[in-house]
């Protein structure tokens, strides 16, 4: 049996923080676990028609002092959007730096409050090149 593909995990520090977030490109709550017992929560979001495919976002109820910088989080997650430019504009009019701006049409990466890396990817052909994007610079890492 090949193996398949259930979700990533990612944990947060701010839950209300992060949840907005991933709001923003799209995403919504389609399940939730507490666990009184372990004091955590694990809420599943997902782009609609994509639930398959989910975020699980992990909260630890009693604070995660190691976030956001004990490197515990995944490489970077990677969405597939219809005009990467109109995304990028969209997080940016929400307060999200664009860490490595669509220069190309194509690509782009921000982090989510809990300095995790979201890569953005046009899908299709990449866009032309416009401005302000094609001569905007990096800002920090991503």
């Known amino acids: 049996m090949a193996p398949k593909y259930l979700h990533t995990m990612l944990r947060v520090k701010d839950l209300d923080k992060t949840m907005a977030f991933f709001n923003l490109l799209g995403l919504k709550e389609t399940r939730r676990t507490d666990s009184e017992g372990g004091r955590f929560s694990l809420i599943f979001m997902a782009a609609e028609g994509?639930?398959?495919?989910?975020?699980?976002?992990?909260?630890?109820?009693?604070?995660?002092?190691?976030?956001?910088?004990?490197?515990?989080?995944?490489?970077?997650?990677a969405y597939r959007v219809d005009n990467i430019y109109e995304t990028c504009q969209h997080l940016m009019d929400n307060g999200v730096t664009i860490n490595r701006p669509p220069r190309d049409g194509h690509m782009a990466f921000v982090r989510s409050p809990d300095n995790a890396s979201i890569e953005l990817l046009q899908a299709g052909d990449a866009l032309a090149p416009q401005e302000p994007w094609s001569s905007m610079e990096n800002t920090g890492h991503w």
């Open 50 to 77: 994509d639930e398959d495919h989910p975020v699980e976002l992990t909260y630890n109820w009693d604070g995660d002092e190691g976030l956001p910088d004990d490197s515990r989080h995944f490489g970077h997650l």
